[in-house]
Each structure stands twice: as C-alpha cells, then as structure tokens.
Nanobody, 124 residues
Framework: QVQLVESGGGLVRAGGSLRLSCAAS????????MGWFRQAPGKEREFVAG????????YYADSVKGRFTISRDNTKNTVFLQMNSLKPEDTAAYYC?????????????????WGQGTQVTVSS
C-alpha cells in the first residue's frame, strides 16, 4: 500500500514549464507502475503519462507527447512530470496514481492508489 502526495502545481504562462512531483509518504513505489492523470472542470479524468516500475518504459497521451516527460527515482520514492511548452488546454488538476503491475495501463480504473492532486493553470 502506498500514499501519494503531489506538489509543484501553479500558475504559468503559455509556453512556460512546470515540474510536478509525486512522493510516496507511505510505502515504496519501486514495484509499481506509476501514472499521471489530469482532470479539467467538467471533463473526465484522462491519462497523461505512465512509467513502468523501473522507469525503463514510458508512454504518453498524444496530446502531451514531445512536451511532457515522466521520470522516477525509486531510491527517493518519487515520480516527476516535467511539463514544457505548456498550453492553456493543459489547465487541469493533475493526479499521480499507482498500480502494482508490470505493464503501463492508461485506464484510470486500473490504478489502486491516488494522490490528492495539484492544480496547474496555464494562462494565454
């Protein structure tokens, strides 16, 4: 079992960058596939990026490919989402999630553990 805490959200202008962090305050993430999801007002929560347990494999939603990078440091029990070239449509609450599996799944229903979310707002 893990408890996840996100940080790093904020207000940024279009074209800017933010780096989100997701730290496990309880438990170890080393055996978990980790994912980042986001939810904009009035919309469903959607997959953004995922990392296999070792970090050797990653997967991205088409909307963020080439702009966002997921990485992890299992020794520090932390996952990161580097977000560059931000657009107003990236505005959302961002959540990290964990699932004990070897594959990267994009389905939010597969993930067992969730953080509380951090807000990202991109102004035009």
């Amino acid at each position: 079992q893990v408890q996840l805490v996100e940080s790093g959200g904020g207000l940024v202008r279009a074209g800017g960058s933010l780096r989100l962090s997701c730290a496990a305050s309880k438990g170890s993430i080393s055996r978990y596939t980790m994912g980042w999801f986001r939810q904009a007002p009035g919309k469903e929560r959607e997959f953004v990026a995922g990392s296999s347990w070792s970090g050797g494999r990653t997967y991205y939603a088409d909307s963020v490919k080439g702009r966002f990078t997921i990485s992890r440091d299992n020794t520090k029990n932390t996952v990161f989402l580097q977000m560059n070239s931000l657009k107003p449509e990236d505005t959302a609450a961002y959540y990290c999630a964990a699932v004990l599996t070897y594959i990267i799944t994009t389905s939010r229903s597969d993930y067992n553990y969730w953080g509380q979310g951090t807000q990202v707002t991109v102004s035009s």
